[in-house]
C-alpha cells in the first residue's frame, strides 16, 4: 500500500510541471491572439494618376493706318497652345486594428486616448460640415430660383442670380470636403508605437513579440 501510495505522489510530482507549464502556454497564446487582434498597424499605398493639363493665349494686335480719307486696320492673330499630360505618384496611408478594420482619425484617436487632438479634428470637421451645409443650401435654393424663374417668366436677371447662386454653392462644398486625414503619418506612427507597446505590457507579453 505503501509503495502505491509513494508511486503515485512521484506521477503526480513529475506531471505537475508539465501540466503548469501547458497551462502558461496556454495563456501566453491567447494573449498573443488577443495582440493580434487589438494591435495597430500605419500601412502605405502608392498609386499613379494621370494628370493633364492645357494651356491656351490667344493675342490680337490691330494697327489702324489713315492716309487723307482712307483707314486701313491689320489684325494679327496668335494663338499659342500647350498640352501636357504625366503620371503623378500619390502616396496613400490608412491606420488599421488587427490588420483588417480601417480606422478614421476620430477612431484612431479616441482609440489611443489623445483627447486634446481629438477635440481638435472634431471641432474642424464640423466647421467643413457646416460649410457644406451651406453649399448645399446655397444650390437648392439656386437651382429653386432658376426653376422658379422658368416658370413664372421672372426674367434672364433672376434666372442668372439663380445660376450664380447655385455655382457659388457647388464652390463651397467642393472646397470644403473632408481630407482624407486630419493627422500626420508621423504623428499617428508615434502614438501606434505607444498603443501596441502599452498594450504587450497588458497582455505581458515580450516587447519584441509581433
Do not use: C
Not at 40 to 64: N, Q
Not at 139 to 168: E, K
Amino acid at each position: 500500500m505503501l509503495k502505491k501510495v509513494l508511486a503515485v505522489s512521484l506521477t503526480i510530482s513529475l506531471l505537475a510541471p508539465t501540466l503548469f507549464a501547458q497551462e502558461i502556454s496556454e495563456e501566453e497564446y491567447r494573449n498573443q491572439l488577443a495582440y493580434r487582434r487589438d494591435k495597430l498597424t500605419l500601412v502605405t499605398k502608392k498609386r499613379f494618376i494621370d494628370e493633364k493639363r492645357s494651356y491656351s493665349y490667344t493675342d490680337i494686335d490691330t494697327i489702324s493706318y489713315t492716309w487723307e480719307a482712307y483707314t486701313y486696320s491689320d489684325t494679327d492673330i496668335r494663338t499659342q497652345s500647350l498640352a501636357r499630360a504625366e503620371a503623378k505618384e500619390v502616396t496613400e496611408w490608412y491606420i488599421y486594428k488587427g490588420g483588417l478594420r480601417e480606422l478614421s482619425d476620430m477612431e484612431f484617436l479616441a482609440l489611443v486616448g489623445d483627447t486634446a487632438m481629438l477635440e481638435q479634428v472634431r471641432m474642424a470637421e464640423d466647421q467643413k460640415a457646416g460649410m457644406r451645409n451651406i453649399g448645399n443650401i446655397s444650390i437648392g435654393l439656386g437651382f429653386l430660383t432658376m426653376v422658379g424663374a422658368a416658370a413664372f417668366s421672372g426674367g434672364q436677371a433672376v434666372v442668372t442670380g439663380g445660376a450664380v447662386l447655385m455655382a457659388t454653392g457647388f464652390l463651397i462644398s467642393a472646397f470644403n470636403l473632408s481630407p482624407q486625414h486630419y493627422i500626420t503619418p508621423d504623428y499617428a506612427q508615434e502614438k501606434i508605437d505607444d498603443y501596441n507597446i502599452a498594450l504587450k505590457k497588458k497582455l505581458n507579453l515580450p516587447l519584441s513579440f509581433e
